[in-house]
């Protein structure tokens, strides 16, 4: 209360002027949002999501459950069945053609006998929304506030109509596995709602995205969904409402209660809407779930309805207060263990609205706003992706459409990976556990399309999967080859434990390791000409057919050196390892071609004026750590070269990545420059290749909304400032001469090694370091290199030319 008199108090002095709100941890604007892509405000705990357009007289709140999809073995009867017209028994005959220089028919058998086919792949539902009227309220409002407050993760509303100041809040609970929604005023007896559930009941796209671009939207494929709603009494001051249903397409089950607490005033039913009268404050406390289960081949769990309603009722009986509670201990515990700043102010303020800072960055150098997008990568990162549920996808876990453009699924030739390359460098390995958990899970049916579609052992996962383990080709062979996608999140398993240093870890994940390393080994075939050839194969969804593209070679050298490495330090597979590392060698040198490049394929055919957004064999430079400018410079000289070629503009994914590239490269100036053709408002909603930015709710545009940039930003941050990829913990690699002061705190470096650091006039000033293990560390900055002895969970000062600080 005594807040909400500042507030108006605040507005009185200044004159319509907003009051003063954080400028790194808060997003805040001045009305409702009227598009939910650009700028509804996105709530979420992992297992759930929910975008609120914060409406006066109105309120929208799209609900989400995270394995609420279609497709898979419920939606048909020959899902995970492999096409015997189709596979490796083609090989030979398009390996004929590519030697013969017969690219086209090549082509063609590849496009033929080497596609998968879609149906199956299905796409993430959305799982309801609120309609919520005030019909007293009018829209006409003063000192109208719409936030989210990253440091509690919270959304906010609050405005003022003939004298009330009415506040609504929102927020997810990781531990309680439900949401909460108040809505409130500061005079007793004013809040009166009509509250409905709203089942979606189009098919349709929502956005006019590549109609009937995806084979789910076959008409022969079922669609829309089958639900029972009931609203009833429960006593004079709570209601319920009962959501049960299940999707016509695979016949998936899900369930959604809602427990409806009145603080005060009364309610009635009419049919199923609650009507509230005057009441001091009503709370929705929200939980849902579906019998979806990861195992394969059924993926089919129980009846989700007796969880989802336990979780709602729960939350409700504790109430409010007590799940905010745990709600901050949960979730400031994972978001406040790290901090970055791009000034020396610590606490920064600002009374611009973020959409029009987001406008003004062009012009008006905002440290401070960068602050913000980093730390909503993180608010980003821990409410869409908790261990239990599925890994975050396109669209994290917000979708209020059937279709979503790409089906919202994972895409593994780079968005899926992007989401989470912040994750363990911010020390937040609670958020990659979905994703770390999600990789093993799609072996037994990768094993089969190896052998199907190559003819190996181990396993394969092309461009697009989903959570029923679709690991087969795309249906178009471009962008639909890429049996590189399981070998690519294999990475993600070493980094874990690269940065959580846990054995136990590495020992249940090797197999899956293994596995990615055994397709490589049998895939990998020298020639007649005593070449290693990767045949056929494509660069991500971009060029020729041909006998090895560059990043095939770099994902293999990077799975088989990470599973020697693991197979060493776990003291097995000897005899395998000598042959991995014997594959190794014979694997071809990358190559720099004709005008300095870093060639794309075997043979030197990359244009200089090609501008495709895919950079994928800079993969070495990054995430890989094949290319670096101390250890391969000639090979960072041609990776530069390939990047100024490409040039700056792209999807919000592709400058994501570009920063990152620059970054690797030690050029921060150059990935300033790439973050400030990123940061630029999006105003548009269908598909575009180019003009990557943000929309005004900061959600990555690529457009459309994918939240992949969002990671990639925030992660291109951390590049800026502590990199480890190189079994070094090197100290501002590459900051940008447009941030001359500022600090960081918590971040993790490979090793298990947390790192805090402090810069001043574009130099390192102080370091901290805290092993989580006694052992010696090597410590870069600019070009001293030095071995710290550091011993278990004691911090160690450095000062800024690395000479040790004494307390
Ligand atoms: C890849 C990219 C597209 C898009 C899609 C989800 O196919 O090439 O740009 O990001 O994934």
Same mark, same amino acid.
């Given at each position: 209360m005594k807040k909400n008199f500042l507030f108006v108090f605040a507005f009185v002095i200044v004159g319509g002027i907003f009051a003063q709100e954080s400028a790194h941890e808060t997003l805040f604007y001045n009305k409702p949002a009227s598009s939910w892509m650009q700028e509804?405000?996105?709530? !979420?705990?992992?297992y759930m999501g929910a975008s609120l357009f914060g409406g006066v007289q109105e309120e929208t709140i799209h609900l989400n459950e995270k394995t609420l999809w279609e497709g898979g073995p419920g939606e048909w009867e020959g899902y995970g069945k492999l096409d015997p017209n189709k596979g490796f028994f083609a090989v030979g005959k398009i390996r004929d053609a590519i030697k013969a220089e017969n690219y086209k028919e090549a082509h063609q058998l590849a496009n033929k006998f080497l596609t998968g086919h879609g149906s199956g792949i299905g796409a993430f539902q959305p799982l309801g929304n609120f309609k919520i009227r005030f019909n007293d309220l009018s829209t006409e409002t003063a000192t109208y506030n719409r936030k989210l407050d990253l440091s509690q993760g919270k959304h906010l509303v609050s405005f003022t109509q003939n004298g009330v100041t009415y506040q609504r809040e929102a927020f997810a609970s990781y531990p309680h596995r439900a949401m909460v929604f108040s809505f409130g005023a500061n005079t007793p007896g004013k809040v009166n709602a009509q509250i409905d559930w709203e089942t979606i009941t189009s098919t349709e796209n929502y956005y006019d995205v590549y109609p009937n671009q995806f084979p789910h939207l076959n008409p022969n494929v079922k669609r829309g969904r089958t639900e029972s709603v009931k609203a009833e009494k429960i006593d004079d001051a709570t209601y319920r409402i009962s959501v049960t249903g299940h999707l016509n397409n695979n016949g998936m089950k899900y369930a959604a209660y809602t427990y409806i607490q009145l603080k005060n005033g !009364?309610?009635?039913?009419? !049919?199923?809407? =609650?009507? =509230?009268?005057?009441? /001091?404050?009503?709370?929705?406390?929200?939980s849902a779930a579906t019998d979806y289960v990861n195992i394969y081949p059924h993926y089919k769990g129980s009846d989700p309805a007796p969880r989802a309603l336990e979780w709602a009722q729960k939350a409700y009986k504790e109430g409010k207060e007590t799940l905010l509670k745990g709600h901050l201990k949960d979730y400031q515990g994972l978001y406040h263990r790290t901090a970055l700043y791009f000034t020396k102010k610590e606490n920064p303020k600002t009374t611009l609205t973020t959409d029009s800072r987001l406008v003004q960055f062009k012009k008006t150098a905002d440290p401070h706003f960068l602050e913000l997008l980093f730390n909503y990568g993180k608010y980003l990162l821990i409410s869409a992706s908790r261990e239990g549920s599925l890994p975050l996808n396109l669209q994290g876990v917000w979708n209020p459409v059937p279709n979503p453009p790409w089906c919202s699924d994972y895409h593994t030739n780079i968005n899926l990976q992007m989401a989470y390359w912040p994750a363990e460098a911010l020390n937040l390995p609670e958020t990659h556990k979905a994703l770390l958990d999600y990789i093993p899970s799609l072996v037994p049916s990768g094993e089969k399309t190896a052998t199907h579609y190559y003819g190996t052992r181990g396993w394969v996962c092309h461009t697009s999967t989903n959570p029923f383990g679709t690991t087969t080709p795309g249906w178009d062979i471009v962008w639909g080859h890429f049996p590189g996608g399981g070998s690519w999140l294999c990475r993600h398993l070493w980094d874990h434990y690269r940065y959580s240093q846990d054995i136990e870890f590495l020992r249940k994940v090797y197999p899956t390791m293994k596995g990615a390393a055994e397709f490589w080994m049998d895939w990998l075939i020298l020639d007649e000409s005593g070449k290693l050839i990767s045949c056929p194969s494509y660069s991500p969804e971009?060029?020729?057919?041909?006998?090895?593209?560059?990043? /095939?070679?770099?994902?293999?050298?990077?799975?088989?050196?990470?599973t020697v490495a693991a197979s060493q330090i776990l003291k097995v597979d000897e005899a395998d390892s000598k042959l991995w590392q014997e594959k190794l060698q014979q694997l071809p040198p990358l190559k720099i071609g004709r005008w300095g490049q870093l060639q794309e394929w075997s043979e030197d055919i990359d244009s200089k004026f090609n501008k495709h957004r895919h950079i994928s064999h800079l993969y070495g430079l990054h995430p890989g750590n094949q290319i670096s400018p101390q250890k391969t410079p000639e090979l960072a000289a041609a990776a530069e070269k390939t990047l100024k070629a490409r040039g700056d503009e792209g999807t919000g994914w592709s400058k994501a990545w570009k920063m990152n590239f620059h970054a690797r490269l030690g050029k921060g100036e150059k990935s300033y420059s790439l973050l400030k053709n990123l940061v630029q408002k999006s105003t548009f909603s269908g598909i575009s290749m180019k003009n990557g930015g943000f929309y005004a709710n900061l959600w990555n545009a690529h457009p459309p909304f994918q939240i992949d940039g969002n990671f990639g930003t925030t992660a291109a941050f951390v590049e800026w400032v502590l990199q480890s990829h190189n079994d070094e913990i090197h100290l501002l690699p590459a900051l940008p001469p447009q941030i001359p002061a500022g600090s960081f705190k918590?971040?993790?470096? $490979? !090793?298990? =090694?947390? =790192?805090? $650091?402090?810069?001043?006039?574009?130099k390192l000033t102080q370091v901290e370091l805290i092993a989580a293990n006694s052992g010696l560390y090597k410590v870069r900055y600019q070009d001293r290199l030095l071995s710290v002895n550091l011993e278990k969970g004691k911090p160690l000062t450095l000062s800024g030319n690395l000479q040790p600080v004494t307390p």
């Open positions: 509804s405000l996105p709530i !979420g705990n992992g !009364g309610a009635s039913l009419n !049919g199923n809407t =609650v009507c =509230v009268k005057a009441a /001091d404050e009503v709370i929705l406390y929200f971009h060029g020729t057919i041909s006998s090895g593209a560059t990043m /095939d070679f770099q994902i293999a050298h990077e799975i088989l050196t990470n918590g971040f993790k470096a $490979a !090793g298990n =090694v947390v =790192v805090s $650091a402090k810069w001043n006039e574009g």
